[in-house]
């Protein structure tokens, strides 16, 4: 009788399993992912749905299909998380029943989101079940002193094995669960490590079934590997409902959630919070945020408008041109791509005979964030032309509009919705592609300078 196999090869980036090490993975394609792990005798699956209504017979539980027509939806199936800025990243709220991953660099906010999350649940009704892997009852405490009184029904609970948290939260009935984090979880019938492959997977498939089945939201926190992913099997995305990325840099005080997945929303929507000594606290006009403190006639600097999902964002482009000490010209990018800057260079000299090859090439995106959507390529264009003229642009001047390698300025796609920010703020000018000229409708309060190509916006930024 052949001896059972007591180890498994399973895929790092996909959780694909296999008898035998494989140097290509057959689910990914990707090199070099798998990795051998002790594995246990699985136990019988349940024969539980978890959307479908359960009907007695004498074979034990079956499934009866629903028709669309038989399925209510109610306004309080989201909840509220007391901030605006999460509440739009999430599509509106919080959907009973979902199960949303969070993941971020160490030391970003994480922790202290969600429990300032869950204080603002607690008090509003809502019964909310905090379990944590990595601290302490008193190093919670501690992190809540911080973020102020705390009060309604909000349960602490350090624990890591997932069969008594199983039990707590069936016991508890909590509305919304919060697990610190998913790496740390660990089943006992699989013999492989907390954080590895099978319990990570083995562990987001029984929080999944805890979700759909008794309509309580699931917040899973998940480590970030240096590549700036969620640690663990690539399977771990597909099965949650919502993936969300806590960005910034740790000695900034701004934070920047962003979805990147969301069956409940759209997703590229992003939310912004500002560290402050009571924890997190969200930034209302984010385009404001990113426009203080810019100067008033310095020349290279020039004011962009970027969507972010739904959400018009005004931010600002520098460009500074010198002339190279070396015999190869340098050329930096900081917030956008480097390739697109030197194509946009390249259009430049090309389109518009300026002759930058004896001159190093600095482009920054102000504020920390990193902006890759093409409406941008005008406005960097526009900086770099007027650092080299050394001539300021007028504050007041906003410019937007896709490039491509014949020098055309292009259409954008909801150009009203950024004309109608940048009026908001103030702004007296916009120069935009003439074709979302054509198509919007009229604007009073502010100029607009429709161009077809980059001659034309150099000559309109002239006026």
Known sequence: MAKAKTTAFFCKECGYESVKWLG?????????????????????????????????????????????????????????????????????????????????????????????VCKNLAASGRKVLYISGEESLKQIKLRANRIGEITGDLLFLCETSLDLIEGAIREEKPDVVIIDSIQTMFREEISSAPGSVSQVRESTNIL???????????????????????????????????????????????????????????????????????????????????????????????????????????????????????????????????????????????????????????VNITGGLRMNEPALDLAILMAIVSSMKDRAVDSKTIIFGEVGLSGEVRAVSMAQQRVNEAKKLGFKTCILPKICMEKMGPITGIRLIGVGNVRDAIVGLSD
């Not at 978890?50 to 038989?70: D, F, M, N, Y």
């Not at 998380?81 to 999430?90: I, K, M």
């Not at 995305?237 to 759209?266: C, P, Q």
Request: a negative charge.
């Open 208 to 362: 999944l079934q805890i979700a759909k089945g008794s309509g309580i939201a699931v917040f899973l926190v998940g480590h970030v590997t240096k590549e700036g992913v969620v640690a663990g099997p690539r399977v771990l995305e597909h099965m949650v409902d919502t993936v969300l990325y806590f960005e910034g840099e740790r000695s900034a005080s701004y934070r920047i959630i962003r979805g990147v997945k969301n069956r409940f929303g759209s997703t590229n929507e992003i939310g912004v919070f500002e560290m402050v000594e009571s924890g997190l606290a969200e930034v209302a006009n984010p385009s404001e945020f990113m426009l203080s403190g810019r100067p008033e006639d310095a020349s290279g600097a020039v004011v962009a408008c970027s969507m972010e999902g739904t959400r018009p964002m005004l931010l600002e482009v520098q460009a500074l041109i010198t002339a190279t000490a070396f015999g190869m010209p340098r050329r930096t990018a900081a917030g956008t791509d480097y390739n697109r800057v030197n194509l946009l260079m390249a259009v430049l000299e090309k389109r518009c005979h300026y002759d930058l090859s004896h001159f190093d090439a600095y």
């Open 24 to 116: 290509q993975c057959p689910g990914c394609k990707d090199w070099n992912t798998f990795v051998e792990e002790p594995v246990g005798k699985k136990e019988p699956v349940s024969k539980r749905g978890i959307g479908a209504v359960s009907e007695g017979g004498h074979s034990g539980i079956k499934v009866k299909p629903s028709r669309l027509s038989e399925i209510l939806l109610d306004e309080q199936d989201r909840m509220k998380t007391g901030y605006d800025e999460l509440d739009r990243v999430l599509g509106g709220g919080v959907v009973k029943g979902s199960l949303v991953l969070v993941g971020g660099d160490p030391g970003i906010g994480k922790s202290t989101l969600l429990l300032q």
